[in-house]
């Protein structure tokens, strides 16, 4: 089955450090403003969703959201979650760990698309 998030080890690492240092986490993938255009995680009881975000998948266990007029531009690409050195959002969890989670991206093959339409 094709995912439309997924996370590299890299990723999948940071994240069980900061859910055991934290407790349960959540993503949101930030359409810009204070943070720029990033990946944001946060406590999962501290950030409300609304009507207009997508739950798009789960890494690590954790729920990673998208906002609907985000999707709209990033719906016909695969989110690969990964993380670098650096800091990265002010108000994302891993901000004091030296690491900065990290959005790249490729382009779903024809066959991905009608495995993904579906499935819907």
Same mark, same amino acid.
Not at 60 to 73: K, L, M, N, T, V
């Given at each position: 089955?094709?995912?439309?998030? !997924?996370? @590299? %080890? $890299? &990723?999948?690492? =940071?994240? &069980?450090?900061?859910? @055991?240092?934290?407790?349960?986490?959540?993503?949101?993938? +930030?359409?810009?403003?204070?943070?720029? $255009? &990033?990946?944001?995680?946060?406590?999962?009881?501290?950030?409300?969703?609304? #009507?207009?975000?997508?739950? =798009?998948?789960?890494?690590?266990? $954790? #729920?990673?959201? !998208? +906002?609907?007029?985000?999707?709209?531009?990033?719906?016909?690409?695969?989110?690969? !979650?990964?993380?670098?050195? *650096?800091?990265?959002?002010?108000? +994302? =969890?891993? *901000? #004091? %760990?030296?690491?900065?989670?990290? @959005?790249? $991206?490729? =382009?779903?093959?024809?066959? %991905?698309?009608?495995?993904?339409?579906?499935? &819907?």
């Amino acid at each position: 089955m094709v995912q439309r998030v !997924i996370a @590299t %080890e $890299s &990723a999948e690492e =940071l994240i &069980a450090r900061l859910i @055991t240092k934290h407790g349960p986490v959540m993503f949101h993938q +930030s359409g810009g403003c204070c943070d720029g $255009s &990033a990946p944001m995680c946060y406590l999962r009881a501290e950030f409300l969703t609304g #009507p207009a975000d997508i739950l =798009l998948g789960e890494i690590g266990g $954790s #729920p990673f959201y !998208i +906002s609907r007029a985000q999707y709209e531009y990033w719906q016909h690409t695969q989110l690969i !979650i990964d993380v670098v050195e *650096g800091r990265g959002g002010m108000f +994302s =969890l891993e *901000g #004091p %760990e030296g690491l900065t989670f990290l @959005t790249r $991206s490729r =382009l779903f093959t024809d066959e %991905e698309l009608d495995q993904l339409a579906k499935a &819907a």
